[in-house]
């Protein structure tokens, strides 16, 4: 669901809201409520009328009087609130211009769409090399367009926007990490580790980000393992949002393409 979907039927939500509120403050609007405690501790319930001092004590036992009275005030609030929340999103959705790709190269003169098609046309194809991580090989058994095999739909996904985009990346290359020990005594020591990052992304100036989706998140092996890579990618000075990417599917529901779009342009895009 892009952004601009999802604020329509927000509106539309609101806009539902709205008339039950106005309905139900209409209905029971016209009196007031106090909560008077005395000095003993003990509370009482007082009806109050607008433009009129007098008050008319309720007992706690008439719940559906005091309901009426609670909630005609709720509803009240309530429908102002949702009042300037949709004057809000009608405002949004008039000023809002999206930024992706797209209607970006859309909204140029025809001379530069033409321009960035054929630079992104004669831009050459970074060189293929497939995952270097020796385990579990077996799963490598789904294919992107480029032919990359890489080990899940969520992947491929992460992988094909990449390719859109334009961006020079790696599936599973080794990274050789530091991995500090401390022994009981105080001493510490060190060696090496060889992780193999998801996707690691080589912008223009050197800068690199790695990109872990965890798409098995919820299965307890698969999570302590990502734990310990975590640790090790921070204290080797890896960590998000500089230079880690960090994703997962959600239960029972895949990663989006419309949310790797998003992370891919607010992430990384955003650094040129």
Not at 113 to 133: D, G, M, R, W, Y
Request: aromatic share 12%.
């Amino acid at each position: 669901m892009t952004l601009i979907k999802a604020m329509q039927d927000e509106l539309a939500y609101e806009k539902s809201c709205l008339n039950a509120a106005f309905d139900h403050a209409a209905k029971y609007s016209g009196s007031g409520l106090v909560y008077s405690v005395s000095k003993d501790g003990y509370g009482q319930f007082f009806k109050t009328s607008k433009g009129s001092d007098t008050r008319k004590y309720i007992n706690k036992a008439n719940t559906a009087e005091l309901r009426s009275i609670a909630f005609g005030r709720y509803s009240s609030v309530k429908a102002k609130i949702l009042s300037k929340n949709i004057k809000a999103i009608e405002k949004f959705l008039k000023t809002y211009r999206s930024f992706d790709h797209e209607s970006l190269v859309s909204s140029l003169p025809a001379s530069y769409q033409k321009a960035i098609e054929l630079v992104s046309l004669s831009s050459p194809a970074p060189e293929l090399i497939q995952s270097e991580n020796p385990m579990h090989r077996e799963q490598l058994t789904v294919e992107v367009s480029n032919g990359l095999m890489v080990r899940s739909k969520s992947e491929m996904g992460i992988a094909e926007a990449l390719l859109y985009y334009g961006q020079h990346f790696q599936y599973e290359k080794a990274l050789v990490l530091t991995k500090f020990h401390v022994n009981r005594d105080g001493t510490a020591w060190s060696e090496n580790v060889t992780v193999y990052p998801d996707f690691t992304i080589f912008l223009p100036g050197g800068e690199v980000i790695y990109w872990e989706h965890c798409g098995l998140f919820d299965q307890e092996p698969y999570h302590t393992s990502n734990h310990e890579k975590f640790d090790l990618y921070y204290s080797n000075n890896i960590y998000p949002p500089k230079n880690l990417i960090i994703t997962m599917d959600g239960p029972n529901k895949p990663f989006s393409n419309i949310e790797i779009r998003r992370i891919i342009q607010g992430l990384i895009l955003s650094r040129y």
